[in-house]
């Protein structure tokens, strides 16, 4: 169970009592920010996708502003339809290329990967503010960055004046104490987090994780957590940036943009949230909300007709090797469909090097290009009427994977590869 | 003053229930994409809907995608408001950036089918059917400022950058 403390209101707070969230938001306006004011702030990146980029492309075209603030630090992706299914998407993804061209913005093309991956391999950095047509945007928030989804208007401005306007969040400190048993792994924490705290449990708040599990916790496993915050509503979900972070960085080839971030002693909080992580079984998020879970075990003897591991969610080497692991040797049970999708090029390579890829490919599995996949329904994996998928990515609502006489449920690529191999939905604690 | 018929839905309307993924390839063909609004909410709803009527919905109203088609389609197909009991954070600032009311007042005690009178100014709503008087959460400045020029862009288009 979770423990919940209401936060104090200290009137005589001064300028070092400040959340992560205060304290980004502080510096990139230039002001005292603290929870509640309206700030303008500077944006170090803004992007958009290929299903919310020519929106925002024809946003930013009426508005008046005639060049991009900071095209260097301005990008379009196309990652949700890669490579293409059909001829408006292409055309949509011919008018993005064109732009990027004309505008001088960074491109990402298709097979190279989902945008949150590559914007936390390549772009984001501790304390900056990236935002992106995107709702999981969010994930940055692993690096330290305040980071999070909007529309496309409001990309578009930030295209135009490399500025936009926040209110500032007050915060939720969420304090993960102990280890995961074995067989639960940080996405299982995040689905039992929005079980307890609901779909709209922290809507307009930060929340920002610390102790010592957080301490210990690799970048993949904070990157899972941070992509899912906006599933209980909240603007942004955001990390210490520790050694942890920096040899991530480091081993981007970008260690010069680590700093260390971390929220002041005194800050407030408006709550404080405390979790025991030995507590937390394999946990599956039911059709159709997200903060519809259950333990894992709970839902034996649930027929299954399509897995899918990867994703931006839980589709990085990390989760690949958890997977691969369980698959070793093994086959999928008969009429199983195994998607594995991926986060980025970069995993993918990493991934055939493990020898990971050939492991999936052995026990039957359809490898997509790195990007979207079957997510959100576009393409590489809709499901058919009544069928039932267990997925690794962040959304099982009706209708998200391409129909809504579908269920789809959610998991950790160890819950999901168990899983598969059963038919079933099972704990990975059976197998491994 | 606004006024119109409430279509009403329940709790957690999420984008994929506004506008589903599966129509991504329409989001470059607006009046495609709007024929499909709220199609797996209420199929029908594109049929009945007049220009003027409103939006009701419970809980979390618009949770998932930062899709700003979700807004737009609402808006294309003549909403003049959108009223619920809470909304996701993306797209409470997506309706507003768009010229769309979204706005927070406890929805049970309005009915599917019912009049409403809303008065933006004064922050009233008026269930004209069973005569309930309701009134909406203050929307922040900023947004409001926004709103009133009828959406983001147009705000920008006068004011070139944001006036705090």
Known sequence: MISVFAGMTNPERNIMDKTLAEKILSEKSGSDAKAGDIVIAEVDLSFAQDTTGPLTVRQFQSSGISELANPERTALFIDHAAPSPNANLSNDHIFLRDFARKSGCILSEAGDGVCHQIVAEMYARPGDVVIGADSHTVTSGGLGAFATGMGSSDVAVAFGLGRTWFRVPESFKVEVSGDFQKGVYPKDFILYLIGQIGADGATYKALEFSGDN?????????????????????????????????????????????????????????????????????????????????????????????????????????????????????????????????????????????????????????????????????????????????????????????????????????TAAASALTGEITDPREVV | MLKGRVFKFGDGISTDHIIPGRYAHLRSNLPELAKHVLEDADPDFVNKVKKGDFVVGGNNFGLG????????????????????????????????????PMLICDTDKINDGDELEVDLGAGTVKDLTNGAELTFGKIPEVMLNILDEGGLIPYIQKHGDFKL
Do not use: W
């Not at chain 1, 008969?334 to 090029?345: F, G, T």
């Not at chain 1, 055939?352 to 990007?371: H, S, W």
């Not at chain 2, 003549?78 to 950036?97: H, Q």
């Open chain 1, 214 to 414: 957080i301490a210990k916790m690799s970048m993949s496993g904070r990157f899972t957590i941070a992509n899912m915050v906006v599933e209980a509503g909240a603007k942004v979900g955001l990390f210490p940036a520790d050694e942890i972070t920096r040899k991530y960085l480091v081993a981007q080839g970008r260690g010069n943009d680590y700093r260390k971030m971390t929220a002041d002693a005194s800050a407030v909080y408006e709550k404080t949230i405390k979790i025991n992580a030995a507590d937390i079984e394999p946990t599956v998020s039911k059709p159709h909300t997200v903060d519809n879970t259950a333990p894992a075990r709970e839902l034996k003897g649930t027929r299954l007709h399509q897995v899918v591991i990867g994703t931006c969610t839980n589709g990085r080497l990390e989760d690949l090797a958890v997977a691969a692991g369980i698959f070793k040797g093994k086959k999928p049970a008969p009429n199983i469909r195994l998607i594995i999708a991926p986060a980025s090029r970069r995993v993918l390579l990493e991934a055939i090097e493990m020898g990971y890829i050939r492991d999936f490919v052995e026990a039957g599995a359809i490898i997509v290009p790195p990007g979207c996949g079957p997510c959100l329904g576009l393409h590489q994996g809709a499901l058919g009427n009544g069928e039932s998928c267990l997925s690794t990515a962040n959304r099982n609502f009706e209708g998200r994977m391409g129909n809504p006489d579908a269920f789809i449920y959610l998991s950790s690529p160890a």
């Open chain 2, 65 to 100: 995608s930062s899709r700003e088609h979700a807004p737009l389609v609402i808006k294309m197909a003549g909403v003049s408001a959108i009223l619920a009991k809470s909304a996701a954070r993306i797209f409470f600032r997506n309706a507003i950036n768009l010229g769309l």
